[in-house]
């Protein structure tokens, strides 16, 4: 009887353990599901997220502007980048020796991240004013891409360009003045309505978001109008996604993940996101820094974050902010339409 027992005891024992090892195991993977579905939503290869890409870009004052560059080891195409409103060229590039002032936004670092990593050489030019304008300053910006593609000798190299918002505008003006092989238009529909399109155009992509029910109509009367023009166009919809509690810190680097949390919980309380953590607003529209001084020692010595939670915020609503998200796409279109 003893024996037997004992044997009953060795045989709960290990379907004790198996029990544990199993739910261990569920656990960790699910962890990893988890994580490897947050880096999915900026299109990054989950063997591949671990990128060796350094930012070490130039700068140089040109013209009146900034402008700031990285050239990876054989470049494939030249790439450039042109903001928003509000935008500087210091906004892609972290902070670093060779960029002190630089800001290095989730978005438009990543963008860069991406573009090195599959060995576009990318420039990044300051605006003169606010926003762009598009009389001279085309002039300008187009001898400075011109002069600087010749000083480090990449004419043989295809030229590509992406511009958001009053960026895209520029760009889709830019583009009659210069020879892109491709351009990307993000949350803006260009200015096709005011200007010759000619059949020489560059073949175009938009990327934006149908919550902006009047852009999303003009992108589709733009299309139109330049598929007409026989040059080839497509289009990528950006839509709203929920926050979680460690988005934050998984896209701003420095940010530590408990205080990615306690802003996820107090987004919560406030009643700025919903149950499923979608943002219930836009992010420039919700009040979450009036909210945010009611926990003094949040971020209290972290105001350099501001832009960059506010930005995650507005691209988590999805109307209208520069994203990340797409940029797989948008880097295979630019490669798809080389010559």
Not at 32 to 59: E, I
Not at 134 to 155: C, D, Y
Not at 254 to 263: H, M, Q, T
Not at 276 to 297: F, P, V
Request: charged share 20%; aromatic share 10%; with cysteine.
């Amino acid at each position: 009887m003893l024996r037997r027992g004992n044997k009953q005891k060795h045989r709960l024992l290990i379907l004790s353990l198996i029990l544990i090892f199993s739910a261990i195991f569920l656990l960790l993977s699910s962890k990893g599901k988890r994580l490897k579905s947050r880096l999915a939503l900026s299109n990054v290869k989950w063997d591949s997220y671990q990128s060796s890409v350094q930012f070490h870009p130039t700068v140089e004052f040109r013209n009146g502007t900034d402008v700031i560059w990285q050239i990876p080891d054989l470049p494939k195409a030249v790439l450039f980048l042109a903001h928003g409103c509000n935008g500087r060229a210091v906004n892609f590039w972290d902070r670093s020796l060779s960029c002190p002032n630089c800001v290095g936004l989730p978005e438009e670092r990543l963008i860069v991240l991406h573009a090195l990593a599959r060995k576009f050489a990318v420039l990044t030019i300051s605006s003169a004013g606010r926003c762009w304008s598009f009389g001279e300053e085309r002039v300008i910006v187009k001898n400075i891409i011109s002069w600087w593609i010749e000083k480090n000798k990449l004419q043989k190299l295809p030229l590509v360009a992406l511009g958001a918002s009053s960026g895209g505008y520029f760009v889709s003006a830019l583009a009659t003045d210069m020879r892109f092989s491709s351009i990307t238009l993000m949350i803006s529909e260009g200015l096709f309505d005011k200007m010759d399109i000619p059949k020489s155009y560059p073949p175009t992509i938009f990327v934006h978001m149908p919550k902006d029910n009047v852009r999303m109509r003009a992108i589709s009367r733009n299309m139109q109008a330049l598929r007409q023009k026989g040059i080839d166009v497509a289009e990528i919809k950006c839509m709203e996604f929920p926050l979680t509690p460690s988005l934050l810190s998984d896209k701003i680097p420095g940010l530590d993940e408990s205080v990615s949390v306690s802003l996820f919980n107090l987004f919560s309380e406030e009643g700025f996101i919903d149950e499923s953590g979608h943002m219930r607003n836009d992010g420039r529209a919700t009040q979450w820094k009036i909210a945010l001084k009611k926990r003094k020692t949040l971020l209290s010595d972290k105001n350099e974050w501001f832009h960059h939670i506010q930005e995650e915020l507005n691209l988590a609503f999805a109307y209208h902010e520069m994203t990340s998200l797409q940029t797989v796409q948008i880097l295979n279109w630019f490669e798809s339409h080389m010559s």
